[in-house]
């Protein structure tokens, strides 16, 4: 059956509409998916019995707990989720002072092949839905506190755009977790007609996973460079460089005698 967690509160408008629902039933679901932690269709106690049963009739929740969690001496966990097709991906929670940040996947495994990568030696599994990007961030102990999202787990977001971007609506929308575009990062190799995508239907801070300026030495690390130079992320990013709300930012890992000289 089709996951309710994931919907955007636009999906679930449309879901009522077509079973003929008060159009204020999209919104108390939505209430209840993203701000009540409701596990069971039953939970949803002010939806009349008949809408339940209509619901429990073609919809699961779609709410899985982690199967694992490690915790390392700074505070920082990681949490392990099994998904729907069985495979695991991995969610870390990064405490700061005041701000508690959650790392998510989009997908099990990666097709980049970036050479620094683990997720990339492990290759691709399959693309995360909607459903299962939230999940990570409502089941985990620390769902109260969390301040910042950011998409840099395992996975290329920009590889499964629209599951990325619904799971993005869901968190910022007012109907749903409210959560402030501000405080959602989206980390890329560069993927350019899905980035301009992303940055037309999203206000969310950009990072580009950069490594080297300097285009075929970035291919040895970023494979994607060959089909997505950096020179044109760079200028795609500077076209909508007006917008002083979104921060665009580099990522940068140093490689001994590879990418830290002064010429770099």
């Known amino acids: 059956m089709e996951k309710l967690l994931g919907k955007t509160p636009e999906q679930l408008a449309e879901i009522a509409s077509e079973r003929r629902w008060h159009s204020y039933t999209a919104n ?15 939970g949803m106690t002010n939806l009349p019995l008949s809408i339940r049963r209509e619901i429990e009739g073609s919809f699961i929740i779609g709410r899985t707990a982690p199967v694992g969690v490690q915790e390392s001496l700074d505070g920082t966990r990681k949490y392990l989720f099994r998904t729907d097709s069985g495979n695991y991906i991995e969610s870390a ?4 002072g005041r701000r508690h940040t959650l790392c998510v996947s989009s997908q099990a495994g990666c097709k980049m092949a970036c050479g620094f990568c683990m997720t990339g030696k492990q290759g691709f599994s399959g693309n995360l839905d909607a459903g299962s990007i939230i999940n990570q961030v409502l089941s985990i102990a620390e769902r109260s506190l969390l301040t910042n999202i950011v998409y840099m787990g395992m996975g290329e977001p920009l590889d499964n755009t629209e599951n990325v971007l619904d799971s993005i609506n869901s968190l910022s929308s007012d109907k749903a977790l409210g959560m402030s575009p501000r405080r959602i990062t989206l980390s890329t190799i560069g993927i350019i007609p899905e980035l301009e995508k992303f940055l037309e239907k999203s206000s969310c801070h950009v990072a580009v996973s950069l490594h080297s300026p300097f285009s075929e030495e970035r291919a040895g690390l970023v494979p994607a460079e060959k089909l997505h130079p950096i020179k044109d992320v760079v200028e795609l990013l500077r076209s909508y460089g007006n917008d002083r709300q979104r921060r665009f930012s580099f990522e940068y890992i140093v490689f001994r005698e590879i990418n830290h000289s002064q010429r770099h």
């Open 28 to 42: 108390q679901i939505s209430q209840w998916l993203y701000r009540h932690d409701v596990k069971s269709v039953d």
């Open 93 to 96: 929670y990064i405490p700061e």
